[in-house]
């Protein structure tokens, strides 16, 4: 596999053109330019930053063949019957866990995201909305021990780079079962557990990018590791 050097500037004008063409005849048209400038591109960057995680964390993978999220949309509930989609991701999850992410991803882990599109690129870091038993089970991490999640997401170094926690699905009331007046109270409404960080586009179409992915990844490790401790993911020294 050819070494990552960025998304050209023909990956954003595909997505650009899909999004105002978003049908089989288009896609199928243009599709070299996905494969070539988009899927090639984003498995030899999930292939280095694979290694580069190796030195990083250890316990969290990245596999071309499957950290990849398909273009395919699933229009089985949804209104929006566009088939694809006009973005794309790659996921680096713990190698004891599951690859997939979300409610349906029993067993899913904390991990790293990327994410590219015309409009904005950017790194995340967590786990978002996981099922009901993983949700638990980090909410109680919370409620034992509330000062360890405040500890890394409010240290002043992580706060300046990511900001607070990502607020999506936030709950209203703290949960049943919790205390209503627990000092971790914003925390325990939280229904997904990330931080993300843009990328400028300059930095998307270059080799620049694996070095910033790295940064931003390796910064995201406390919040990473203490989600996965929550679920019952070790931390590693090496891939050994």
Same mark, same amino acid.
């Given at each position: ?6 998304f050209?500037?023909?990956?954003f ?7 105002r ?6 896609f ?7 494969e070539?400038?988009i899927?090639?591109?984003?498995r ?18 990245g ?9 395919n ?8 019957k &566009?088939?694809? *989609?006009?973005?794309?991701g ?10 997939? $992410? @979300?409610?349906? +991803? ?11 599109e ?8 967590g786990?978002?909305m996981?099922?009901?038993? &993983?949700?638990? *089970?980090?909410?109680?991490a ?5 000062r360890?999640?405040?500890?890394? $997401? @409010?240290?002043? +170094? ?14 209203t ?15 325990? *409404?939280l229904?997904?557990?990330t931080?993300?960080?843009e990328?400028?586009?300059a ?10 992915l ?14 996965n401790a929550a ?10």
């Amino acid at each position: 596999m050819a070494s990552f050097d960025g998304f050209s500037p023909a990956a954003f004008r595909f997505f650009r053109g899909l999004a105002r063409n978003n049908d089989k005849p288009w896609f199928e048209k243009n599709r070299p330019i996905y494969e070539t400038e988009i899927r090639e591109r984003m498995r030899a960057l999930i292939e280095e930053m694979d290694v580069r995680l190796g030195e990083i964390a250890p316990e969290i993978i990245g596999d071309p063949r499957r950290s990849m999220f398909r273009i395919n949309r699933d229009i089985r509930f949804s209104k929006d019957k &566009s088939p694809y *989609k006009t973005n794309a991701g790659c996921w680096f999850y713990h190698r004891d866990a599951g690859k997939r $992410v @979300g409610q349906e +991803a029993e067993g899913g882990s904390a991990g790293f995201y990327f994410h590219f599109e015309p409009s904005g690129c950017f790194a995340a870091g967590g786990i978002w909305m996981p099922p009901r038993g &993983s949700l638990a *089970k980090i909410r109680d991490a919370i409620a034992e021990a509330p000062r360890t999640l405040t500890g890394i $997401v @409010g240290a002043p +170094a992580f706060k300046r780079r990511f900001g607070p926690l990502d607020s999506e699905a936030k709950l209203t009331r703290v949960p049943r079962g919790y205390d209503p007046e627990h000092p971790a109270a914003d925390y325990l *409404k939280l229904q997904s557990f990330t931080v993300h960080r843009e990328i400028e586009p300059a930095v998307v179409g270059s080799r620049r990018l694996l070095g910033r992915l790295s940064a931003d990844f390796e910064r995201m490790l406390p919040l990473v590791r203490w989600i996965n401790a929550a679920l019952g993911y070790r931390a590693a020294k090496s891939r050994i």
